[in-house]
């Protein structure tokens, strides 16, 4: 056993972990990633399908595919992947193993990518330490097509904006620091995604995603190529103003402002409504059902605003995100609206002379 391992549960899974959330933790665990296990949890007994085969891939403890085993009927067989703590990820599969519903196994990277793996999956979780993009081939020829893969980047710092150089060299596009960050990230994320797909002739259709202030997740379909000029593309922001659109204009309308063209980023649906509306229908987990409501209540209307943001343009009193669109899960003072700037203007001036 290794060094200042500490035995933890969650959910119905017991196991050794390091509660240390750095590159050179002997066997990484995350507790504040809960929620998004628990959810991931929660699609899978909600989805109906059975016998899948499924890899979690740089595992680390292997905390999420063990909860996909015990927690779920919906895989024969998990895969539970990390070269650094197979050691580790073996007794933890040991230690839950007279509740295991599925055959777990445990394996390193270089088995996997000297092709000992054959068969096609159903679902590979991909949550590496930064970014996933090195990782995207190999995921996305490995699942078999109407298979799904959960990619995750905790490399916050190149898709929000702050880290721009690495932006482009690690997603090919452009990202800026604006207030719709995350939905920014997220629509990066999955635009770089369908560009690795398409080089296998493949495209992805986005399920549904989860998006905190540490980590951009999204669940992703493999599906047949999808030739469309519409699903990527560019969002032109201005620079003084909150104005943004996906026609190419150099110069705001609004405020004469000059604009920064951003992207490519993915200008699709982010999830898959009917979907997310029936996995919360069945879903006994009260905080991720709750999350999943909020969801498939959300607008496509692409980017959101907030309310802090309107209200120190327009130099008025903030108001509820209700009085000026629909609510968005990305921001609790956010809203989206297919309003113009100068119909939000007016709607925020009623709002401030009846209040």
Not at 18 to 26: F, G, I, L, M, V
Not at 293 to 302: K, N, P, Q, R, W
């Amino acid at each position: 056993m290794r060094r200042n391992v500490e035995l933890f549960q969650e959910g119905a899974v017991r196991f050794f972990a390091q509660n240390k959330q750095t590159r050179s933790s002997e066997v990484f665990f995350n507790p504040t990633r809960k929620f998004d296990r628990d959810l991931n949890v929660s699609i899978f007994n909600c989805l109906g399908k059975k016998k899948l085969v499924g890899l979690d891939l740089l595992a680390a403890s292997g905390v999420r595919g063990l909860r996909l085993a015990v927690e779920t009927n919906a895989f024969r067989k998990i895969i539970i992947n990390d070269i650094k703590t197979t050691e580790i990820i073996k007794k933890n599969i040991k230690l839950n193993s007279r509740s295991l519903n599925s055959r777990v196994s445990a394996t390193d990277l270089n088995a996997l990518y000297l092709g000992r793996l054959e068969e096609k999956l159903d679902y590979i979780d991909i949550d590496p330490f930064g970014s996933p993009v090195r990782y995207l081939p190999f995921i996305i020829s490995k699942v078999r097509t109407g298979g799904i893969v959960s990619i995750t980047s905790t490399d916050t710092a190149a898709l929000f904006g702050k880290a721009r150089k690495a932006c482009l060299l690690r997603y090919s596009a452009v990202s800026f620091k604006t207030g719709y960050y995350n939905e920014l990230g997220l629509r990066i994320l999955i635009k770089r995604s369908e560009e690795i797909a398409n080089v296998y002739e493949r495209s992805v259709s986005p399920l549904l995603f989860d998006v905190r202030q540490h980590y951009v997740r999204a669940y992703l379909k493999v599906t047949s190529p999808v030739l469309s000029d519409s699903r990527i593309g560019f969002l032109y922001q201005c620079r003084r103003c909150p104005y943004r659109t996906i026609s190419e204009v150099a110069v705001c309308p609004h405020c004469g402002g000059s604009t920064i063209r951003l992207g490519p980023i993915w200008l699709g649906k982010l999830f898959d409504r009917a979907l997310v509306t029936a996995i919360a229908s069945g879903c006994s987990n009260g905080t991720v059902r709750e999350y999943l409501y909020a969801l498939s209540a959300e607008s496509y209307t692409l980017s959101y605003y907030t309310t802090p943001e309107i209200a120190s343009f327009f130099k008025l009193r903030e108001v509820g995100p209700l009085k000026l669109g629909l609510r968005t899960v990305f921001n609790p003072k956010g809203f989206r609206t297919d309003n113009s700037l100068e119909e939000i203007q007016i709607a925020l001036l009623k709002e401030n002379a009846n209040g």
